[in-house]
Nanobody, 123 residues
Framework: VQLQASGGGLVQTGGSLEVSCVAS??????IGWFRQAPGKDREVVSC????????YYADSVKGRFTIRRDNAKNTVFLQMNSLKPEDTAVYYC???????????????????WGQGTQVTVSS
């Protein structure tokens, strides 16, 4: 599985941004979005099951972020609305055969990682 994240950028507080992750060979994998701010641990943001029917959101983004996947395009999208400065981080996508490692943020046990894309929210 190869993961390619894109779509990051600079946005003002309250703005929106969509990041995407092309998961080549990943249609049967659960996909998760993680983020890592400078000096902080990598944390799970949102996950979607392989079929797209089950999703998870961290409390900090619930109601603001939406994850969806388009398996025909091998792509998972994370729509981020009402962005806050504390959302600033490098965003990574990850893939695992099981949903639980992603939900529980088991960073060292996850099968595949993509490179990150920077999201910066200015105040």
């Amino acid at each position: 599985v190869q993961l390619q994240a894109s779509g990051g950028g600079l946005v003002q507080t309250g703005g929106s941004l969509e990041v995407s992750c092309v998961a080549s060979g990943g249609n049967f994998y659960a996909i998760g979005w993680f983020r890592q701010a400078p000096g902080k641990d990598r944390e799970v943001v949102s996950c979607v099951s392989s079929g797209g029917g089950t999703t998870y959101y961290a409390d900090s983004v619930k109601g603001r972020f939406t994850i969806r996947r388009d398996n025909a395009k091998n792509t998972v999208f994370l729509q981020m609305n009402s962005l806050k400065p504390e959302d600033t981080a490098v965003y990574y996508c990850a893939a695992d055969r099981d949903f639980d490692p992603l939900v529980h943020g088991l960073v060292y046990g996850i099968d595949y990682w993509g490179q990150g894309t920077q999201v910066t929210v200015s105040s």
